[in-house]
């Protein structure tokens, strides 16, 4: 099931937020009305983590990570890297990584098992990337655009695309991916749809903005209520007539 939040006066929680299936990361903030509403929807099952990277909130642009791992940027303090890492499962690799791209999360789209990445990040990276999320890389565009951490939100059930992705490419990269895909937008109509929205194998936070229709793709693709994408257009169809 998808919550609505807003994290102050964003709308944009993908980029204040880091959810994985192992753990979920929050920007530090001076409301602590959204870090309880997101402790109230999964410290059940994650440890939800408070912090900053490179004395900043946007934690959700600057990591990549999955299960297994956290990948942070060299502009992470020690400090920061040890508070993350005593507050993560064992199992759960953290890793800093010397790379000029420091905004890992805009370059990076991962699961558990395969990873989109900006097609010119180092090869030391990429081997880092696999590595230590234990994934498979490929370097890869989303209609154009070569930042496909932020045109991309990705879980082990599917895929979430920049909406102007033509359907050879949604074919393409359903297939290097091994999910459904689905273009699509967020925050009525936001292309941004990382930005927007995270996800992980059994909830989605989004954006406040977010319209019903917007949310029954979210849920369908990724199957967060048992549905199935086939259902998608359904959905849409139903939530138009409920509109008009």
């Known amino acids: 099931m998808a919550t609505r939040l807003q994290y102050e006066n964003s709308c944009d929680v993908g980029v204040f937020l880091k959810l994985t299936n192992k753990y979920c990361l929050v920007g530090q903030c001076g409301s602590k009305q959204f870090l309880h509403t997101v402790e109230n929807r999964l410290a059940d099952h994650i440890p939800v983590v408070e912090t900053s990277i490179a004395g900043t909130r946007i934690v959700g642009r600057l990591s990549a990570g999955n299960k297994n791992g956290l990948l942070l940027p060299n502009t992470c303090t020690d400090q920061e ?131 019903a229709t917007e949310i029954s793709v979210i849920e369908s693709i990724f199957a967060l209520q048992g549905s199935k994408p086939s259902n998608i257009i359904n959905n849409i169809r139903s939530s138009i007539v409920d509109n008009v």
Do not use: K
Not at 205 to 210: M, N, Q, R, S
């Open 81 to 211: 890297l040890q508070q993350i890492r005593n507050s993560l499962p064992d199992e759960v690799v953290v890793q800093r990584i010397e790379e000029r791209f420091s905004a890992l999360g805009n370059c990076i789209a991962t699961n558990d098992y395969v990873a989109l990445v900006h097609p010119d990040i180092d090869r030391e990276t990429e081997e880092i990337i696999a590595d230590v999320l234990g994934v498979e890389v490929f370097r890869q565009t989303v209609s154009g655009n070569v930042l496909v951490g932020t045109y991309c939100a990705l879980t082990n059930q599917g895929a979430l695309v920049h909406p102007m992705t033509s359907i050879a490419d949604q074919d393409e990269l359903s297939s290097l991916l091994q999910v459904p895909l689905v273009a699509g937008t967020v925050n009525r109509g936001n292309e941004c749809v990382a930005a927007g929205c995270v996800v992980n194998d059994w909830t989605a936070i989004v954006g406040a903005d977010t319209t």
